[in-house]
């Protein structure tokens, strides 16, 4: 639906206007997008076909076409593994979306103070983001090691009964997981709200302010409601990186202990790639698919909605 | 429907390869073979050389088709890839099961001949012999032999403890404790999925024997896997993490060798490939470091081989393909890969004099167990069973042995279903 659109604009936006100088010029733009377009379509689309027609067949180690219906899915439905990893999934979205919204906004209204140094501070929250995953992971992973790292270095202070092992507990290690990526992501998060603070009108928050509101309650009442696209836009970024997430896990836990902290992308990537249960693993990958477009879908409609109104 | 499907699968898979092969052999030098292995560390890198020089003093040209990654995970994803366009190698390093599944889509070649001019019959133990054969055709030729059923020790340690060597399970427990209490960790490991079943395998085998090892784990005999003897192996099982530090979780498993090495750690249960670390470290075998059978399986050897499978391929590259696989069992090249690597020889008929004690009792070993049936394959290291049969079990036994309230009956109970699973 967006392919189509982005092809049309430009043909009948500009193209009609220079249409005078001759056909090649109407159809240049249409030439000039084509290519992007069939490559999108084939290696986008098409795969994601491919990989709905494995998930209904026996693949194993390699593709094959024996088609089975949707046992696949009922393997995977089965599949205590899957649960857990579903479960983790939920659990670190929905914390790692949430704090990182969270702190990046209170980052970003204190850095909007008007403070010196400003753009250093700024650089310096940011600067998480420009790290793979994978040395996000490797670095949290020595800090959370209990022999090396933050509980070896609190108990070396004297504190000798002090514990932070949720690296290497079953029940915890998802929420290490969390933490990391919130380090990772926060920075991000805060320059959206920066940019979008920086967006609200002066002028309503000088009425505001002449009809004698706090700044607590202009933020609250005022600043906060006018960022509702950004925290949009946030959401939209910060839950597709976590239904992703991949890297950070084989870097920081690699899914343990045990399984206790496989995520959705982990277990695709396990069955398909290393356990030859490729119709599997295709499964698991259109569910996750299906996470994605739920989250997608009543985005791209409230944005065309939108447009249409706008 | 489904038989349609599969026979036009098979179609389409022999004519992609003879689509391949015509087009590859313009491109292909007279007699050349592409091997694709993950041989390239250091020492591993210098064994497989050995394999090319010995192939080009024929007159066979040799491609090499290395791909990084220990565990050949990469590898092999590049070997599907390229198998499924129908362009695969003239040899690849694959093993155990899977060479009967690359063999069920047709696309391995067979080496009746060279085995019948070489009497591979003869020369290779019978339970080896048969991995090695889809259809009751050779295809594929063993490299070595690594056994996962060691011990391995640290002696000023053992001896701080005052603690011998130990030989049976109890002996290992008591031992433990005795290591502990002189400030050590008893038994270095590393908390990962693989490691977990390394451990679990053997003591399995320590505990239920190898007649039970073949019911379990190869077989997947559902009496076995939900039985008593199971539920025994598990609790033993489980009963070895008190041996074990906290930080383990997630350690690769030279860092427990290093332990071991460094005398933080007084015992490790891995296989044969730790030795590499030990002699990476300078030190020597029966002196600065102790190996065993581990506790209770002085009577059985798990073996772990790594071996060569050839493609289906036509005329002069299959010649040299055949070259490939006798020059494989030859003495020279045995010797040298397998003193680089760590492992011994896949042919029992070698002379051992250059070896370290520690290889010579892994010959012994594997040559007396091969005739009293105590060899067993690893299921831990893919050669008893499918990768997916393997990978449910992968499961239940880490999720087991991490889990703090899992009772042994639930993870026998678990281990049927994960047999099952296998579609």
């Not at chain 1, 094959?64 to 659990?91: K, P």
């Not at chain 1, 994605?292 to 944005?303: C, D, G, N, Q």
């Not at chain 2, 210098?46 to 090499?64: C, F, I, S, T």
Request: one cysteine or more.
């Amino acid at each position: 639906m967006s392919l189509s659109s982005y092809a049309a604009q430009p043909a009948t936006g500009p193209g009609s206007r220079r249409s005078r100088s001759g056909p090649l010029q109407a159809w240049l733009p249409k030439l000039v997008l084509a290519p992007s377009v069939a490559i999108s379509l084939c290696f986008v689309y098409g795969f994601m076909l491919w990989t709905f027609i494995l998930s209904l067949t026996n693949s194993r180690m390699l593709p094959s076409y024996d088609f089975v219906g949707f046992a696949q899915y009922a393997r995977l439905m089965a599949n205590d593994r899957w649960w857990v990893a579903s479960t983790n999934l939920v659990l670190f979205g929905g914390l790692f979306v949430a704090i990182c919204l969270a702190l990046g906004l209170l980052l970003a209204i204190l850095l909007d103070q008007r403070i010196r140094q400003e753009g250093a501070l700024r650089t310096l929250y940011l600067y998480p983001m420009a790290l793979s995953f994978i040395v996000t992971g490797v670095v949290w992973k020595w800090l959370l090691n209990p022999g090396l790292g933050i509980q070896a270095m609190v108990r070396g202070w004297g504190f000798e009964n002090f514990r932070f092992d949720w690296l290497v507990d079953p029940d915890m290690a998802v929420y290490t997981l969390v933490i990391a990526a919130v380090w990772q992501a926060s920075g991000f998060v805060m320059a959206l709200f920066l940019a979008g603070l920086r967006g609200v009108d002066d002028s309503i928050l000088k009425a505001a302010q002449l009809d004698g509101a706090s700044l607590p309650r202009i933020y609250w009442r005022v600043v906060i409601p006018c960022l509702r696209p950004v925290v949009f836009s946030a959401v939209m970024i910060l839950s597709h990186i976590a239904i992703k997430s991949f890297d950070l896990v084989v870097a920081l836990t690699g899914g343990g202990p045990g399984y206790a902290s496989d995520l959705p992308a982990t277990f695709m990537y396990a069955h398909a790639f290393t356990r030859a249960q490729i119709g599997l693993g295709s499964a698991s990958a259109m569910l996750m698919l299906g996470g994605v477009l739920a989250i997608l879908i009543p985005y791209l409609y409230s944005e065309l909605r939108n447009r249409r109104h706008g | 429907m489904p038989s349609f499907a599969r026979s036009f699968n098979k179609t389409t898979l022999a004519l992609a390869t003879a689509a391949a092969a015509s087009l590859a052999l313009p491109s292909a030098n007279a007699a050349e073979v592409e091997v694709l292995h993950w041989w390239t560390s250091g020492g591993e890198a210098r064994a497989a050389n050995v394999l090319k020089e010995l192939m080009e003093a024929e007159g066979y040209g040799w491609e090499d088709f290395a791909v990084a990654g220990g565990g050949g995970e990469t590898a092999m994803t590049v070997l599907k890839s390229r198998a499924m366009s129908g362009n695969p190698p003239s040899a690849a390093q694959i093993k155990g099961p899977e060479i009967q599944e690359w063999g069920e889509l047709g696309l391995l070649g067979e080496l009746d001949e060279v085995a019948e001019a070489e009497g591979w019959d003869e020369l290779l133990p019978p339970t080896v012999a048969e991995v090695m054969r889809h259809d009751g055709s050779y295809v594929a030729v063993p490299v070595n032999v690594h056994r996962v059923n060691w011990l391995w020790a640290n002696p000023e340690v053992l001896e701080a403890a005052g603690v011998e060597m130990p030989t049976t399970l109890d002996e290992l427990f008591s031992a433990g404790e005795a290591i502990r209490e002189a400030g050590y960790i008893p038994l270095a490991h590393g908390g990962q999925a693989w490691q977990d079943a390394t451990v679990f395998e053997t003591v399995l085998l320590a505990t239920g024997g190898t007649e039970f090892y073949q019911q379990a784990l190869v077989e997947l005999d559902e009496e076995a896997l939900g039985g008593e003897q199971m539920v025994e192996a598990l609790e033993t099982f489980k009963r070895l993490r008190e041996l074990m530090d906290d930080d383990m979780s997630g350690r690769d498993w030279n860092i427990a060798t290093s332990m071991v090495i460094e005398g933080t750690a007084g015992m490790q249960l891995m296989g044969d490939w730790a030795k590499g670390e030990f002699t990476a470290a300078g030190l020597t075998a029966g002196e600065d470091y102790l190996c065993a059978a581990a506790p209770g399986t002085q009577d059985a050897f798990t073996f772990n081989i790594d071996s060569l499978a050839m493609f289906r391929v036509e005329g002069e590259e299959r010649e040299a393909q055949q070259a490939l696989a006798r020059l494989v069992l030859e003495p020279t090249f045995q010797e040298a890969f397998n003193l680089a690597k760590g492992s011994i020889p896949a042919r029992p008929d070698l002379d051992m004099g250059e070896f370290d004690s520690c290889a010579q009792q892994s010959m012994q070993d594997f040559q007396r167990t091969a005739e009293e049936d105590g060899l067993v394959p690893s299921m831990a290291h893919g050669m008893a069973v499918r990768a997916d049969v393997q990978g449910a079990i992968f499961d239940v036994v880490t999720n087991y042995f991490n889990s703090r309230d899992m009772a042994a009956e639930e993870a026998a109970r678990r281990m049927v279903n994960a047999a099952q699973a296998a579609l």
